[in-house]
């Protein structure tokens, strides 16, 4: 299973590798710097961030991240970064000293915007504030290029849930160089934090990942300027990517940071990204929601029709009686191998297609941050357990999803009405978190068809003539050159995929593939009128799994014959699982303070933690969530 992160937007303490910074100067001969020698007011730049050497620094925070951020960096060094113009508080711990300090942002320009974005300061190799002077000799600062013909290099960093594994991060970087001399020989970095592991393969564009150094890192030849920010003709720098996810041993709520990071070989400076910072969840269930809210339950059929041979057979005239598109005989038989007459045929699709709006069951998915022991269970309105979904089992992180027809422990199907799902977790520290949320459980209600069709040989009276007008309506039947539909003759298996292909909205496509070899051996006994709709059925036709319509051993079709009770059973059971556009109502419940992201929409629940929104789901669309906090 999957681990699944949620991303917040704050600041908090960072950890790089020492190359990743040049070396700074030292402000006595121990080069270590204590504390309580540090000026009560720092003044910082928004262009440049300030690099302080404190030995045994263990921890630094700011009480207002959105004026500055501090970084710990390797080899007991701070970096601070103005944001916005202003005055915060900041607090440093060493060993078991303690001191505050007062932040002051007052200068520097921003930097240049990207896509309505601010981009990433420089951090550059600058004198340190407790020092009187620079070094001097080979330690010295070099002399950088004239500013008209200076690179400028800069990077951001972006995180995104994958698209396709919520137990995984994304990270990307985008970069280039602003300035008017040439950026070349560089080396682009991200060093891991030991919360994450780098998922293997993932780097992009040639990225390598150095296990040694917990580092990712891409050699670039130039950094090339982006067309869409300085209006020039140009090539943009293409975006590197690559994917981590928690640490096996991550059980409990983290912060986790990330810098990404620029060397230039005409530059000795390092140029950093922004920041991005997001946490695991501080309750292990931080999501549960059904998709759809709503099903129709079966009827319970208390003794299944005896005769039927087959899974897929037993399976589809199960489900069938069950939504009572089709019925057994007195004695409980089926008669599998009897033929299918065209009335009964047209009636087993009406019925079907009206099925389309409600499925008959539903998928609940549980999003857990970290292992917990996980419980359960479907509820009445009594608060009686119904069903047992799942009881006392350990699941990992990530995204458990199950599925619920309706059917009770007892093995009979609940009665329709309303339903409550109640899930309960608890980590590996005891600490238990619970959500709940509703279910609708509708009764299978067929419409009352009725109506005459325009076909000579079919009376008002007769009990099919509703259904034939409807299929006639909607286009499923087209009946004889003579003006019949013969109601009483079997059904042929070209009949039947003509009938189901226009049932799924598919006559046009049907057309443009007329007269199309479709591979069967005996393809030349298909009537030529035919031949679309078998290509549509037996290659492109919407449908779950397998083939809506399959030929015989021996890759024969056998078109003209007429089709049994079960091969009619299946292909409506395979019709009413399509795969089609359907606007689903998804309903559930989050954490305090969670974002619920299901296919790129952005979810959020009210004020009692509750969400119910509607979601378009695509055909063979893989569902992807994640779940993210402000």
């Given amino acids: 299973m999957r681990k699944s992160f949620v991303i917040f937007a704050a600041a908090v303490l960072a950890h790089a590798p020492s190359h990743l910074l040049p070396v700074i100067a030292q402000s006595d001969s121990t080069g270590e710097t204590s504390v309580s020698e540090i000026s009560r007011t720092l003044h910082l730049s928004r262009s440049a961030p300030k690099i302080l050497q404190i030995a045994g620094i263990t921890k630094v925070e700011v009480l207002d991240p959105n004026i500055a951020t501090p970084t710990i960096l390797s080899d007991n060094r701070v ?46 190799q600058e004198t340190p504030l407790l020092a009187e002077a620079a070094p001097s000799g080979e330690n010295a600062q070099k002399e950088q290029p004239a500013a008209d013909a200076s690179p400028a290099p800069w990077a951001k960093l972006a995180i995104d849930p994958a698209p396709d594994n919520p137990g995984q991060i994304l990270l990307t970087i985008r970069y280039g160089n602003r300035g ?36 990712v890192a891409w050699r670039v030849d130039e950094l090339l300027p982006d067309p869409r920010d300085l209006g020039i003709g140009g090539k943009e720098s293409p975006a590197i990517a690559f994917r981590v996810k928690p640490s096996s041993s991550l059980d409990t709520p983290s912060k ?48 299944p029709l005896l005769d039927v041979r087959g899974e897929e057979y037993q399976n589809a005239v199960d489900r069938l009686e069950g939504l009572g598109v089709v019925d057994g005989y007195p004695d409980r038989t089926f008669r599998p191998d009897g033929f299918v007459k065209r009335s009964e045929a047209v009636k087993m699709v009406v019925m079907g297609a009206d099925l389309k709006d409600h499925k008959d069951a539903t998928r609940i998915t549980i999003v857990l941050s970290r292992t917990a022991k996980l419980m359960a269970v479907i509820k009445g309105t ?20 199950m599925g619920w ?99 799924l909205g598919q006559e046009e496509q049907a057309q443009k593939f007329a007269g199309r070899d479709v591979g069967f051996v005996d393809a030349n006994e ?22 809506l319509i399959v030929g015989y051993p021996g890759n024969t079709f056998l078109p003209q014959n007429p089709i049994r009770r079960t091969e009619a059973a299946a292909i409506v059971s395979r019709f009413v699982d399509r795969n089609m556009k359907r606007l689903q109502i998804v309903s559930g419940a989050l954490s305090a303070g969670a974002t619920l992201t299901i296919n790129g929409k952005a979810i959020r629940a009210d004020a009692q933690g509750q969400f119910r929104v509607p979601i378009d789901v695509e055909p063979n669309q893989l569902t992807t969530i994640a779940v993210l906090a402000p």
């Fill in 79 to 124: 970096a601070i970064q103005g944001r916005t113009l202003g005055k915060t508080e900041m607090t440093f711990w060493r060993d078991d000293q303690k001191i505050s300090v007062t932040l002051v942002v007052e200068s520097g320009d921003e930097a240049v915007p990207v896509k309505g974005e601010s981009a990433p300061a420089r951090v550059e």
């Fill in 180 to 215: 008017d001399g040439k950026a070349t020989d560089a080396v682009i970095r991200n060093a891991l934090p030991p919360e994450l592991e780098y998922v293997e393969g993932s780097a992009t564009n040639g990225g390598a990942y150095d296990a040694a150094n917990r580092e």
């Fill in 256 to 303: 986790i940071m990330n810098v990404a990071t620029i060397e230039v070989a005409e530059l000795e400076a390092i140029f950093a990204s922004n920041t991005v910072v997001w946490e695991t969840s501080t309750s292990a269930l931080t999501a549960v929601f059904a998709m759809p809210e709503s099903f129709v339950v079966k009827r319970t059929i208390m003794m």
């Fill in 382 to 401: 009594d608060g009686k357990v119904v069903k047992t979904l799942v009881k006392n089992q350990q699941q990992p992180a990530g995204d458990h999803t």
């Fill in 405 to 503: 027809d309706g059917r009770a422990d007892s093995g009979e199907y609940v009665p329709p009405g309303m339903y409550t799902y109640a899930i309960d977790a608890v980590d590996a520290k005891g600490g238990k978190s619970s959500l709940t949320g509703t279910l609708a459980v509708l009764p299978v209600e067929h419409p009352v068809i009725a109506g005459a069709p325009t076909f000579q040989d079919v009376l008002p009276a007769d009990w099919y003539a509703g259904y034939v007008a409807e299929a006639e309506d909607r286009s499923y039947v087209k009946g004889y050159p003579d003006g019949t539909f013969r109601a009483q003759r079997n059904l042929s298996r070209v009949e039947a995929t003509a009938v189901v292909v226009r049932a």
């Fill in 526 to 547: 298909i009537p030529l009128w035919a031949t679309g709709y078998v290509a549509v059925a037996s290659m492109t036709a919407p449908k779950a799994g397998n083939q």
